[in-house]
């Protein structure tokens, strides 16, 4: 494995990090919004972070896939909320000054 390959799963365990942190804190009414139940929630938040490097080499990775789309969905939509939300607060910041 190459070194730029190497950074990249990094990059991506760290992402996945930040967002099951947030998604660890959210409400069950936030996250009806996004269609996940706590169930579900946990089982996100409980996986181990080496998981997603071994996805993608596992043979069955594309049916694994199809049955966490749902979660993945959610989580995509997590990511993007969280980006408006910094923007968000970056644009007060800049209002206060």
Do not use: C
């Amino acid at each position: 494995m190459t070194l730029i390959a190497l950074q990249a799963l990094w990059r991506v365990w760290r992402e996945r990090q930040r967002q099951r942190n947030v998604l660890a804190q959210m409400t069950s009414r936030e996250l009806a919004d996004f269609g996940l139940t706590d169930a579900e929630r946990q089982v996100e938040v409980d996986a181990p972070f080496w998981r997603a490097v071994f996805e993608h080499y596992r043979r069955d990775a594309l049916s694994l896939q199809n049955k966490r789309t749902r979660l993945q969905r959610a989580m995509s939509r997590l990511s993007r909320m969280s980006e408006r939300r910094l923007a968000a607060d970056a644009e007060s910041r800049t209002e206060r000054v």
